[in-house]
């Protein structure tokens, strides 16, 4: 089949590395697995992170008129066969794919449409109308995170799928394991974009659970860059002192290697819909503590893998971080069991089944 994909938050080709760019590149891979050919359908970006209501319109405009180029242009001849838009939320609405797929009669899909309803009335509420009205238009929604299952379900036409499908990686992507024997210093590391908002606050409550630390038996590497590097880096050096080293952006064989020199991955992921990059320390069988909210739950198992803490309290998450610092072999254990989890719940040709099954169906029952 031909698929025309879409990502209005981040398209796959964006220079920016992130959990969203991954996974858009990765229901790509998936669907190229599958034998399906997929074409990027646009490059245009919906997200608006400041809530300015006249940008907002401005992105709508433009949007929109990209979708009546490509009605044109597909109207003749070359049409896809299906539309795929991934991550569909208030702040970054779709406004291209159901103006095509109505003109042209195709099945459209989401994969993570997250309506919440406390963003009615608020100041994406344009883009919160929008994202129900994509849930509303859907032809199968793809669920990849539980919690947002119970608010787009409801809006849902009667008849249309919703699928349930883990987050995952693609393992043969990534250089071959090449772990380090473990010593008596436990090497902690951690992987995040240094921006404004909830990464904001996730480095502010890392770099206070650090601060808190009494066994001094450990380092920490630190990967990752952005528009908050510098306040990121004074708040780490504080608590860390001369134990961190800051790497910068890294991405494939050199992000590998620092990971496979890890021992216990630590991030309290903030508001994070379930976290890529806990699954790709899992998968270089690093041990994680992370916080429990958010859809962190349904990729890092307590007590198996990891070791989940609220957030409320800095004092007790430390307190884990200490407990697991002091006890090498569990962490040696966790991150078997964490890649023991990968395996069996977050790769790619289980994502490249359930997304072919899909797609097949509805292409066979639009024709």
């Not at 992130?18 to 229901?27: C, E, F, N, V």
């Not at 997929?38 to 929109?64: H, K, M, P, Y």
């Not at 159901?98 to 009335?121: D, F, K, T």
């Not at 078997?336 to 990968?342: D, H, S």
Request: proline fraction near 5%.
């Amino acid at each position: 089949m031909n698929i025309a994909f879409y990502a209005p938050l981040k398209p796959p080709d964006h220079p920016n590395p992130s959990g969203d760019r991954l996974l858009a590149r990765l229901m790509i891979a998936a669907l190229e697995r599958a034998g399906h050919r997929v074409w990027l359908a646009s490059t245009t970006r919906s997200f608006e992170g400041a809530g300015d209501a006249r940008r907002q319109r401005r992105i709508r405009a433009d949007a929109e008129r990209e979708a009546d180029d490509l009605i044109d242009r597909w109207r003749g001849s070359a049409c896809p066969d299906l539309w795929l838009s991934y991550h569909v939320y208030h702040k970054a609405p779709d406004w291209i794919g159901p103006r095509v797929c109505e003109a042209l009669s195709l099945p459209y899909v989401i994969a993570e449409a997250s309506v919440s309803p406390s963003q009615a009335g608020g100041a994406w509420c344009e883009g919160h109308e929008q994202a129900r009205r994509c849930v509303s238009r859907a032809d199968a929604v793809i669920a990849l995170n539980r919690r947002d299952v119970e608010c787009t379900r409801p809006l849902m036409r009667h008849g249309a799928p919703l699928v349930r499908m883990a987050p995952f990686i693609d393992l043969d992507g990534w250089p071959p394991s090449n772990r380090r024997t473990p010593g008596e210093t436990v090497r902690m590391v951690t992987v995040a974009r240094m921006r404004h908002g909830d990464k904001a606050r996730s480095w502010r409550l890392l770099a206070d659970w650090i601060g808190r630390l009494t066994s001094r038996r450990w380092t920490f590497d630190v990967v990752g860059d952005g528009n908050d590097v510098e306040d990121v880096r004074y708040r780490l050096s504080e608590s860390a002192g001369d134990r961190i080293r800051f790497h910068g952006r890294l991405e494939g064989a050199a992000l590998a290697a620092v990971l496979d020199a890890g021992d216990l991955f630590v991030w309290p992921a903030v508001n994070e819909a379930f976290g890529m990059a806990l699954i790709e320390a899992q998968s270089r069988s690093l041990a994680v503590v992370a916080g429990r909210n958010g859809g962190v739950p349904e990729v890092v198992t307590h007590g198996r893998g990891g070791l989940l803490v609220d957030l409320a309290d800095p004092g007790a998450a430390a307190r884990t971080i200490d407990y697991l610092l002091r006890r090498p072999a569990v962490i040696e254990r966790m991150g078997r069991e964490a890649l023991e989890n990968v395996r069996a719940r977050h790769t790619i040709g289980a994502a490249t089944a359930t997304l072919d099954h899909l797609v097949r169906e509805l292409c066979a029952n639009s024709t």
